[in-house]
């Protein structure tokens, strides 16, 4: 599967954005799919996950109540919702797939994706 990451782009402090990640070479609902980021100077940390039926989400604490994670596997669109965003949430964004089974535990580590796509850059003015 290949995922072409969208959507970033530069946004003051409190502001919105939505990313998209769209699937391509087999159906996204084959996947669950998630949601990294990495700002400068600092490892890819995870922000959120999906189910591939879209039932279970997952996310971290810094972006609880903040971001949503979202699917529509008719489109094989996976979208990042984000809202009150912070100049921490500064980074490039990547979405990422995962063949295997979901659960809290496995979802949010960096090695448990097959597929990664190439990234978004999100920036957040003070």
């Known amino acids: 599967v290949q995922l072409q990451a969208s959507g970033g782009g530069l946004v003051q402090a409190g502001g919105s954005l939505r990313l998209s990640c769209a699937a391509s070479?087999?159906?996204?609902?084959?996947?669950?799919m998630g949601w990294f980021r990495q700002a400068p100077g600092k490892g890819r940390e995870f922000v959120a996950a999906?189910?591939?039926?879209?039932?279970?989400?997952y996310y971290a604490e810094s972006v609880k109540g903040r971001f949503t994670i979202s699917r529509d596997n008719a489109q094989n669109t996976v979208y990042l919702q984000m809202n009150s965003l912070k100049p921490e949430d500064t980074a490039v964004y990547y979405c990422?797939?995962?063949?295997?089974?979901?659960?809290?535990?496995?979802?949010?580590?960096?090695?448990?994706?097959?597929?990664w796509g190439q990234g978004t850059l999100v920036t957040v003015s003070s």
């Open positions: 990422a797939a995962d063949e295997g089974i979901a659960y809290s535990g496995r979802i949010s580590r960096l090695g448990t994706y097959d597929y």
């Open positions: 999906i189910s591939r039926s879209g039932v279970s989400t």
């Open positions: 070479g087999r159906t996204s609902s084959s996947y669950n």
